[in-house]
Every structure is written in structure tokens, then in C-alpha cells.
């Protein structure tokens, strides 16, 4: 198994651009969720998924959204960049949201928005 | 929300035992405490959950106070590779969310 793979590894954007943040996992999952993590801070929900088709808010929502097709993939979108989105996006998986199950996480997308 | 207090910072000395503590007074009875670690910016890791009763697996061992509010996870031989932001969470099963604090960098020395 690959786990959850991410990509981009690193991206550039300038203030106003759009883009998308792929996550994918092969572990049959139900629960996906995308994280952001700003320098020396631990890393704060955005959105997650209990399923395909079924999406809900986290923490810090505000300027991305997201859609769930298909169980293996969560796409992150960026609608208009901000310099404040300027952080590092870590994606993480797991069977369900349940207390037991443990949450994989991907390698990470670095993000700056100038 | 359930919320752990870890130490900012901890040294440790490489072949020895690290010992990281970690308050969550207002955890739940169904919640499981979990640790991750995070080296070098990269994805967390996963090392191991606990409900009550003390967990040991191939990375480490965690230990549960009897009333819940607080845990120990032991590394028993730390090693350089072990230098990392080690976070406690506590995972309250609703909607998945983990709750990340700041953490605890340990420093393994040579």
C-alpha cells in the first residue's frame, strides 16, 4: 500500500490564484480529513469527510473547500489565494472517525502565496 | 473539547529511556488518548492510543493514569533518530477531529 500520497510537494502561487490539493489513499478508508500547519504550531482541522459524497467543516474552513467522489480521493481547493494560506497542508485518513481508529497521515503540501 | 498540556521542551540522552508526560484532566470516558510525533516538518506519525490500561507496542510504551487525567508515553531506548515534536491528543471520536496542541520537542543528545 502507498498510504496517503499527496501532491503537490511544493507549490508557488501568487494572491488571487486558484488551485487544488490532491490527497488520495489506498487503504479503503472512509474518514479523510485536510490539516494546516503554520510555523511552530501544532496543525488545525480544515475539513473532513465521513464518506464519499459527505463533507463537513473543521476549524479553520474559510477559503477552501472541498468534495468527496470517491473514497479514495479529497481534494483541497483553493479558491482565491491569500498570503495568510501560506502554510504546510497535510492530509490523513482513517477507517471511520471512530475512537480507535488511527489516523495516517500523507507527507505534506508547502504552500506560499505571495 | 478535550485539551492535553504538554512541556514545551525535553532533553534526553541517547541509549536512555524518554519519558513524556502529558495532562488531559477534562478527557472523557470514551476517549482514547493518542500520540503522534512529527519529525522534521514531515507528516505526524502514528505511535500509540490507550484507553485505561497501559499500551506497549514495537515504538513505545504509554501509561495511563488510573483516573484518566494524565499519560506517559516511554520511548525505552532513545535513539538520535527519535528527535521530534511528540504530540499528545485525545481523540473524542465525534467527527475525528484531533486536537493538536503545540507538543513536546524531545532533543535526543549524543
Known amino acids: 500500500n502507498a498510504g496517503v500520497t499527496q501532491t503537490p510537494k511544493f507549490q508557488v502561487l501568487k494572491t488571487g490564484q486558484s488551485m487544488t490539493l490532491q490527497c488520495a489513499q489506498d487503504?479503503?478508508?472512509?474518514?479523510m480529513s485536510w490539516y494546516r500547519q503554520d510555523p511552530g504550531m501544532g496543525l488545525r482541522l480544515i475539513h473532513y469527510s465521513v464518506g464519499a459524497g459527505i463533507t463537513d467543516q473543521g476549524e479553520v474552513p474559510n477559503g477552501y473547500n472541498v468534495s468527496r467522489s470517491t473514497t479514495e480521493d479529497f481534494p483541497l481547493r483553493l479558491l482565491s489565494a491569500a498570503p495568510s494560506q501560506t502554510s504546510v497542508y497535510f492530509c490523513?485518513?482513517?477507517?471511520?472517525?471512530?475512537?480507535?481508529?488511527?489516523?495516517?497521515f500523507g507527507p505534506g503540501t508547502r504552500l506560499t502565496v505571495l | 473539547d478535550a485539551k492535553t498540556t504538554q512541556p514545551p521542551s525535553m532533553d534526553c540522552a541517547e541509549g536512555r529511556a524518554a519519558n513524556l508526560p502529558c495532562n488531559h484532566s477534562?478527557?472523557?470516558?470514551?476517549?482514547?488518548v493518542y500520540w503522534y510525533r512529527q519529525i522534521h516538518s514531515q507528516g505526524p506519525q502514528y505511535i500509540i492510543h490507550?484507553?485505561?490500561n497501559n499500551e506497549t507496542n514495537e515504538m513505545a510504551s504509554l501509561i495511563i493514569t488510573e483516573d484518566r487525567k494524565s499519560s506517559t508515553l516511554i520511548l525505552p531506548h532513545a535513539t538520535l533518530r527519535d528527535t521530534a515534536v511528540y504530540y499528545c491528543?485525545?481523540?473524542?471520536?465525534?467527527?475525528?477531529?484531533?486536537?493538536f496542541g503545540q507538543g513536546t520537542t524531545l532533543q535526543v543528545k549524543p
Open positions: 490507550g484507553l485505561k
Open positions: 491528543i485525545v481523540n473524542t471520536g465525534n467527527t475525528g477531529k484531533l486536537i
Open positions: 477534562t478527557i472523557s470516558g470514551n476517549e482514547y
Open positions: 487503504m479503503n478508508h472512509e474518514y
Open positions: 490523513a485518513s482513517s477507517y471511520t472517525a471512530g475512537y480507535t481508529d488511527t489516523q495516517y
